[in-house]
């Protein structure tokens, strides 16, 4: 996971950085939000600095401020910085998730 982190986060970083650039650069007034899996939406700043997860298989619950959210292939979520949170597994095979932690730019 750290390598991970390590390769995708800057990409990540960069890519949300340039394309919030490009919109403001096309004339979008609006600040760009980010879709969550739970429906919620978030701020570019907001993912910089927040831990990301993304499910690549497997099923299972993300806990996050005693809730519990079904997590399986393809699902993003989010952890907003100092909540506590963790991953179970509850199904029969492996869960992989891919965990970003983005550091803001600059």
Request: charged share 15%; proline share 7%.
């Amino acid at each position: 996971t750290v390598v991970l982190n390590a390769y995708v986060a800057p990409r990540i970083s960069s890519y949300l950085v340039a394309l919030a650039d490009q919109l403001r650069h096309l004339g979008l007034r609006s600040r760009l939000l980010v879709a969550q899996s739970n429906g919620g939406l978030c701020t570019v700043d907001e993912i910089l600095q927040t831990p990301v997860y993304l499910v690549l298989s497997g099923a299972g619950e993300f806990l996050l401020e005693g809730r519990s959210l079904p997590m399986e292939a393809g699902v993003m979520l989010v952890a907003p910085e100092g909540i506590p949170h963790g991953i179970r597994n509850t199904g029969g095979d492996r869960l992989v998730v891919l965990a970003l932690l983005a550091p803001g730019p600059g």
